[in-house]
């Protein structure tokens, strides 16, 4: 499969040489929200994390006794959440995703956010493929009103929660699908405007 539109080529490079100072920086601020989405599941369900950055929350997954697969779009990323973890973090791109009703509940923080804009819609409804009926879906976004780069190069797609109504809707029927706000400091040191989406598949 050609990358093509589907992967932002400069996003992936910054995580692909700052791995190590990624993986230094402790980001505190979904910790609630994970134990939130947690509670959600049964015990030892499968969850399929993107976008894993270091593997700080797969470690807490683990740690509740869930089954995760650990992915990350940059080969680096999952090397150093691999060691991290003392097991193996596959390197997947968002839109290599291509199984079906595989997973209980897919994790996806601060990832699906460096997607481009015209190619949410289908990482999305490759997600719904994925999860089994009525198998949750977290993820989060920084909020704005269309995409961009910040002072790291880094490609956001900044959407309003309108857009991601919508853009979700497109993708697959979705239940209880709720957006909460919040503020989060980045790794660029800035606070920023989050939101945060969570979705059951529907019928
Ligand atoms: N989820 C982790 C966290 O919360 O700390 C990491 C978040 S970090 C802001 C974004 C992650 O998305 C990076 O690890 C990066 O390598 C990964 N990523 C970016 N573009 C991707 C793509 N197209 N496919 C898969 N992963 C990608």
């Known amino acids: 499969m050609t990358r093509g539109a589907a992967v932002d080529e400069e996003t992936l490079q910054f995580y692909r040489g700052n791995a190590e100072a990624y993986a230094g920086r402790t980001f505190t601020s979904r910790q609630a929200r994970l134990t939130a989405?947690?509670?959600?599941?049964?015990?030892?369900?499968?969850?399929?994390?993107?976008?894993?950055?270091?593997?700080?929350?797969?470690?807490?997954?683990?740690?509740?006794?869930?089954?995760?697969?650990?992915?990350?779009?940059?080969?680096?990323?999952?090397?150093?959440?691999?060691?991290?973890?003392?097991?193996?973090?596959?390197?997947?791109?968002?839109?290599?995703?291509?199984?079906?009703?595989?997973?209980?509940?897919?994790?996806?923080?601060?990832?699906?956010?460096?997607?481009?804009?015209?190619e949410l819609a289908d990482v999305l409804a490759r997600i719904w493929r994925a999860l089994r009926p009525a198998g949750v879906f977290y993820a989060s976004y920084k909020e704005g009103d269309g995409g961009g780069r910040d002072t790291l190069n880094r490609y956001y797609n900044y959407p309003s929660p309108e857009w991601l109504r919508a853009t979700y809707a497109v993708a697959g029927s979705w239940?209880?699908?709720?957006?909460?706000?919040?503020?989060?400091?980045?790794?660029?040191?800035?606070?920023?405007?989050?939101?945060?989406?969570?979705?059951?598949?529907?019928?």
């Not at 999952?78 to 060691?83: F, Q």
């Not at 239940?175 to 979705?199: H, P, R, T």
């Open 37 to 118: 989405f947690l509670a959600q599941l049964p015990p030892g369900a499968s969850i399929l994390e993107l976008g894993c950055g270091a593997g700080g929350d797969t470690a807490e997954m683990l740690a509740r006794g869930f089954d995760v697969r650990a992915t990350d779009g940059s080969p680096e990323m999952a090397d150093v959440a691999s060691k991290h973890l003392g097991r193996t973090v596959e390197t997947l791109l968002f839109h290599e995703l291509d199984e079906i009703e595989a997973y209980d509940a897919v994790w996806a923080n601060a990832c699906l956010l460096h997607v481009p804009r015209p």
């Open 175 to 203: 239940n209880a699908l709720s957006i909460e706000s919040g503020e989060v400091i980045g790794f660029d040191d800035k606070m920023a405007s989050m939101l945060f989406v969570v979705a059951r598949k529907g019928g």
